[in-house]
């Protein structure tokens, strides 16, 4: 007996320890990538920190290695004391990815100054991978026409860059700096390549600027081009950007190809997507078939689209055809769109009834806040939405009735009848003071907005803005950056303030090496949703502190139930909001992390943010390319499987669960 419990109790204590062992199995394990190098995680704390002084000393250490990842912290810091010691690795240091490091950085911290530097390393460089960071840099620098000529001049006939050259002009363009080199470019490009990469680029220029540009809009002969590469062009992606290129173009020829687009399903809902927003620009009556027809699409991205038109173009005339495909529809946000058209049509029983029962049926907050914009829509439902606002209700309900109530001073007549009676402007004025002085990130957000909002009579309301001081002292931060940033904005807009703004704050968290350590080769990750499942990869190389957050936050079991809250067709699908409206993060947010990694292919994850360093755990899933989303938001993980169910999601789906796989 004395041996067996000997022995038991020998077993009971092996059995504890290797309990204990498997507890703490993370830390044993082999580190799977870079960061087993101690001095590469020292400069990742470094970046993590935002500690420039740290990192400038290794820019003279002998490890290419070390000098490269110094220098790429930098396009993450933005440091502009630093443009001067970056250019002088561009043009002086032997080593190409350390020459292309300090060209990405430069081209990161997007400030003039750096120009001169990248124009003489487009002169010196040889190197076709460092040739395309800088010519990428200088569009992204770049405040003057001239540079962009500049571009062409020197550097059109390098075959191999013409994807960055085509991106440098991409870049200037969002700092609304065009040339009309960089139209004829993208013209020639998308016409006479047969280069994958180059058409992207060339593409993706002409689907964000074409309609913005006059030499481009006003030529039926550019419309001819796209009509012609669109009706040969293969890749999903590139026909897509043509149809978004087309945006504006209204002539016959292509009104009949956006036509033809529905003609048969096959074509991709993206296109057809862009297709409708394009026929947008049509009177009603030469497109309104269309539009009553892609209400029964298939897929529900179109359906959306389709009733986003008709909810602003719809006679009164038709209203009977209104009601009748409003009550067909199974998808709510469509539905409510056609709802509200009807509300501010005429005010029917009929109408009124069947939102009601709207009301009774819907079984998540999603459908009820679609509901209650619908009905807004009539005669602004002033009661309902002032006790929304005081209700203990689910944040996107209190959400949508604040910008349901802000929505009435887009209204002449409530201006007026606001103006006439002053029990009424008490009620109002007194209704949004409580609203800002909740301390409620999104009723604070979008108050502050409104405040700002051209031409809103709404800051003539108030003789007194001392309010907007004590709201501002309620936000916590950095859980409330968002509004705390909106709120400064709007009390030196109101106040004529030309102090410089003060700094956003910022979160302390570190980067989590032990979760990194972890994190196997591939990192795989599978989310399970309401639409079914999704596989990532994860990219711990290029953004640890983000990934480690991510990984964290899953072992806590923190996404699952959360809602997708946010859709917008061709563009993401977002997620991860404690709150469930947008407007929800973490204690402490981390900090953005930027690398070569870029927003040019569908099922890319990347971070949601308020801007630079304020990032959390919200997240994104991209539909197709966007590449104005390159170097502003950081991207962690890839979608490897599942791109049809991101397709799919709609606001409302859910995250049942996120597990780490076994590789």
């Known amino acids: 007996m004395k041996l067996l419990i000997s022995t038991s109790f020998f077993f009971g204590i092996i059995m504890i320890c290797a309990t204990c062992k498997k507890k703490d ?48 912290a930098f396009a993450s810091i933005q440091d502009t004391l630093q443009i001067t010691s970056l250019a002088e690795l561009l043009l002086e240091d032997k080593v190409v990815k350390v020459r292309k490091a300090a060209a990405f950085a430069l081209g990161q911290i997007q400030h003039f100054s750096a120009i001169p530097f990248l124009q003489n390393a487009l002169e010196m460089e040889n190197e076709p991978e460092v040739l395309s960071e800088v010519l990428k840099a200088i569009g992204k620098c770049s405040g003057d026409e001239k540079i962009l000529a500049y571009l062409v001049n020197k550097k059109l006939e390098l075959k191999c ?99 033809d687009l529905f003609e048969e399903q096959h074509y991709d809902y993206r296109i057809q997507v862009n297709a409708l927003k394009a026929l947008g620009n049509y009177p009603y009556k030469e497109v309104a078939d269309i539009f009553w027809e892609q209400l029964e699409n298939p897929h529900q991205a179109v359906v959306i689209t389709a009733s986003a038109f008709l909810k602003e173009n719809v006679p009164k005339a038709e209203i009977r055809r209104l009601i009748i495909a409003m009550k067909t529809l199974e998808n709510t946000r469509a539905k409510a769109d056609l709802l509200a058209r009807c509300k501010m049509l005429d005010s029917m029983k009929e109408v009124d009834d069947y939102l009601l029962e709207q009301f009774s049926a819907a079984d998540n907050p999603y459908k009820i806040a679609k509901l209650i914009q619908a009905e807004a829509s009539g005669n602004h439902a002033k009661g309902l939405l002032q006790k929304l606002l005081l209700a203990d209700t689910a944040a996107i309900i209190k959400t949508t009735a604040f910008e349901s109530f802000l929505t009435q001073i887009d209204e002449k007549a409530f201006v007026n009848d606001i103006n006439a009676n002053q029990s009424l402007k008490e009620s109002f004025t007194t209704t949004f003071k409580n ?51 909106e709120l400064q904005k709007t009390i030196r807009f109101l106040e004529n303030d030309s102090k410089p703004s003060p700094p956003i704050p910022q979160g302390k968290t570190a980067i989590n090496w032990k979760v990194l350590k972890s994190i196997k080769q591939k990192g795989l990750v599978e989310i399970v949703t309401t ?70 292919e569908e099922g890319v994850l990347g971070i949601a943010s308020a801007g630079k360093d304020t990032e959390s755990c919200q997240f994104f899933i991209t539909h197709t390319t966007t590449p104005r989303l390159n170097g502003r938001y950081t991207i962690f993980a890839k979608v490897i499987a599942g791109m049809d169910v991101v397709h799919q999601l709609q606001v409302g789906d859910q995250i049942i669960d996120i597990t780490i796989l076994n590789e």
């Open 161 to 259: 860059c013409q994807d960055a050259l085509m991106w440098g002009f991409y870049y200037a363009g969002l700092r609304n700096n065009f040339s009309s080199d960089g139209d004829i470019l993208a013209i020639t490009l998308i016409e006479k390549t047969n280069n994958y990469s180059v058409r992207l680029a060339a593409s993706s220029y002409l689907a964000r600027y074409a309609s913005k540009r006059l030499n481009l809009t006003e030529s039926k002969e550019f419309m001819k081009v796209i009509l012609q590469v669109f009706n040969k062009e293969e890749e999903v992606i590139i026909k897509n950007n043509l149809i978004k290129a087309l945006n504006g173009l209204i002539y016959p020829e292509t009104l009949l190809l956006l036509k």
């Open 531 to 600: 639409k079914g499942k999704i596989t990532i990869s994860l990219f711990p190389e290029d953004a640890p502190g983000t990934v480690a957050m991510f990984v964290d936050l899953i072992e806590k079991d923190f996404y699952n139930k959360k809602y997708f809250h946010r859709n917008v067709p061709d563009f993401v699908i977002q997620g991860g909001c404690p709150r469930g409206d947008g407007f929800g993060g973490l204690d402490e947010t981390i900090r953005s992390e930027f690398s070569y990694l870029e927003y040019l």
């Open 435 to 485: 609203a800002l002085l909740s301390g409620d990130v999104s009723l604070v957000y979008q108050g502050a907005l409104a405040l700002r909002k051209p031409k809103s009579p709404l800051k003539d309301f108030f003789t007194d803005y001392q309010f907007l001081h004590e709201s501002l002292q309620k936000l916590s931060l950095p859980l409330k950056v968002e509004a705390w940033i």
């Open 25 to 72: 199995v993370r830390v044993e394990l082999a580190w799977q990538n870079k960061f087993q190098d101690t001095t590469i995680r020292k400069i990742y704390n470094s970046k993590d920190q935002r500690n420039s002084a740290s990192l400038i000393g290794f820019f003279n250490n002998q490890d290419s290695n070390y000098r490269a990842e110094a220098i790429m």
